[in-house]
């Protein structure tokens, strides 16, 4: 049965709760800057998430952890400055609230104050009970994300699909129901089986975003730089490659070098 579409000039946080009672998908995908963000939200993107993934495609670290809480209100900053319509979401960096809910609230703030952002994501369940709940009783939107959690990454020790056994499962949907008791807007369920992505869904009334969960989850999230095939060693299964800007990029660069070497560029219609 399909349903008419509303037509959101601002998303909020109930938006996405009414996207997902009306059965309409929720779209959401990384920026990073200013420029990129306003490309993104023009395209109409329900949700924009500043991601500590820009940690491994701005700065080049192999994982999301050495990325700091600076950097992330910069990054969080350039992106509002350019957004009219989506949601802004940012990640608080690993360190920055996992060993204290009061220092967890502090970066909280500083996201909120310093950048404008609209909400933030934290990764983790019962282990972060604490500290979600001490933000939320500020006033700040809190989105969870469960499943793989790359700010874990040295815990897991790979990047394989997580919560396939059934004890590992059984919490995923434990901590699932725990971040909807505790106020969270939305949950990420990031490399979990398809079958537990529609268990959870079902379970819980707030949305679940999925990346590599699969097509049951409320919404689906991607970073911007693997969407637009930026980057090219990067090839998990659940990655849909909807340009090769890596190839036509580097093209386009070599020709520049190639016209400048050559003295075609710039022409005389090029010059004052």
Known sequence: MSTAKKKYKRVTVKSLVDMKQNGEKISMLTAYDYSMAKIIDS?????????DSASNVMAGHETTLPITLDQMIYHA????RAVERALVV???????????????????????????????KLE?????????KRILNAGIPVMGHLGLTPQSIYKFGTYTVRAKEEQEAEKLMKDAELLERLGCFSIV?????????????ESISIPTIGIGGGKFADGQVLVIHDLLGMTHEFNPRFLRRYMNLYEEMGSAISQYVSDVKSMDFPSDEEQY
């Not at 983790?124 to 979600?132: L, P, T, Y």
Request: charged share 25%.
């Open 43 to 51: 395209a109409n993107v329900d949700v924009i998430l500043v991601g």
């Open 77 to 80: 900053s350039s992106v509002i």
């Open 90 to 120: 940012v990640d608080i960096p690993f360190g920055s609230y996992q060993s204290d809910p009061k220092q967890a609230l502090r970066s909280a703030i500083r996201i909120m104050k310093e950048s404008g952002a609209h909400a933030v």
């Open 124 to 132: 983790g369940g019962i282990e972060i009970k604490e500290s979600v």
């Open 189 to 201: 369920l990031e490399k979990i089986p398809a079958t537990l992505t529609k268990k959870v869904s």
